[in-house]
């Protein structure tokens, strides 16, 4: 029970969430796979998190994490993920393309 309050208190400090989302990011598509110990995170030792970055106009715009125990289907996962980005993608730049298209005929 104290673990998962940890675990918990953790992912509820925004500066420590923003931290293991953001320290870990690449440049690219890369998706970032950390297991255990490999967040750096001691109240996640138990579980792995997946991470990926998601683009617009080429520039990374945000990051996504899946969090889950250590003994989950690791490529399953990784084509969800994937697939939320594609997703997330095309809702930023179809918004993106109705702001223009407001200024535009303003």
């Known amino acids: ?22 320290a870990n990011t690449v440049d690219g598509d890369e998706v970032q796979i950390y297991i255990g110990n490999e967040s750096g995170i001691e109240e996640m030792k138990d579980c792995s998190i997946i991470t990926t970055s998601y683009k ?11 969090l889950g125990p250590t003994r989950m289907n690791y490529s399953q996962v990784v084509s969800v ?15 993106n393309n109705q702001n223009d298209k407001e200024k535009n005929d303003s």
């Open 56 to 66: 617009f106009a080429d520039n990374i715009t945000g990051t996504i994490g899946i």
């Open 81 to 95: 993920l994937n697939g939320m980005v594609k997703n997330i993608e095309v809702v930023v730049k179809n918004l």
């Open 1 to 22: 029970m104290q673990k998962a309050k940890s675990l918990i208190q953790t992912l509820e400090d925004k500066e420590s969430l923003k931290n293991l989302l953001t």
